[in-house]
Structures are given as structure tokens and as C-alpha cells.
């Protein structure tokens, strides 16, 4: 059975900043997202030159908030996909403990999170 991969988390890591999208794959469109550009988060940081997992865990509650403000934190029944492991070898080995805090913000805050594993998990996704 083939999993329609509707919702997907994008993350985008750089030394000063994260940022976290939901886009609809069906469409193309960001469909909730949240960065440490933005004024309200930035100013409850204390980043200084670079952004630690405790600015992706923000990141990622904030990004929770959203999806419920949306109605989609189930993802519509489907749940939101991340690739964890395509997502770090994208970001760089040293950046997992950022990208598990984005994840991990989500799971918490009740966002259903389908953890994919396509190369190590033949069996599907893993649903957490």
C-alpha cells in the first residue's frame, strides 16, 4: 500500500537561521511555516551569531501552533512526513540535533508525525 505523502516538512538550517515549512505537495504551497527571522521569535532568542536546538525546538512549537491554527496537524488523516535521514545528510551530520528538535517540538505539541525510512525500513513509514 503506497502512503499519499500529501504534507511534507521541510527544513532549512543555515549558522544563524532555521526555518520550517509544511508544504502541500499537491500544489506546490507552503502551507505553514516558522523562522527565527521572524521578529516575535528572533526577539525571544538569545542567538547571538549562530542558532542552537533550543531555537529549533521554539521553531518547531511555533510551527505546531500554526498547523492547529490551519487544522492541520493531523496532516488530514495522513499525518506530516519528514525524512529525518534526508533532512541531516542535507543539513549536515552536525546539524541532527537541530533537525530531531524540530521534530521532536512537533510530536509534542500533538502534531502527527510520519517519521519516513525508505532505504532502512522497508516495511513503510513509522507513525509517532
Sequence with gaps: MTLL??????????????????????????VATAS????????????????????????????????????LEQGQGRGIHVDVNKEIEKKGFKNRTKVWAVVNALKNNGVKVVLEDDEHNPSGPRYQ
Design 5 to 30: 505523502k500529501r504534507y511534507v516538512l521541510r527544513l532549512f538550517i543555515s549558522l544563524k537561521y532555521i526555518t520550517a515549512n509544511v508544504v502541500d505537495r499537491n500544489n506546490g504551497r507552503i
Design 36 to 71: 527565527t527571522v521572524e521578529h516575535a521569535i528572533k526577539n525571544s532568542l538569545e542567538c547571538g551569531r549562530s542558532c542552537n536546538a533550543k531555537a529549533a525546538t521554539i521553531v518547531g512549537e511555533v510551527l505546531a501552533m500554526r498547523l492547529k491554527v490551519e487544522s
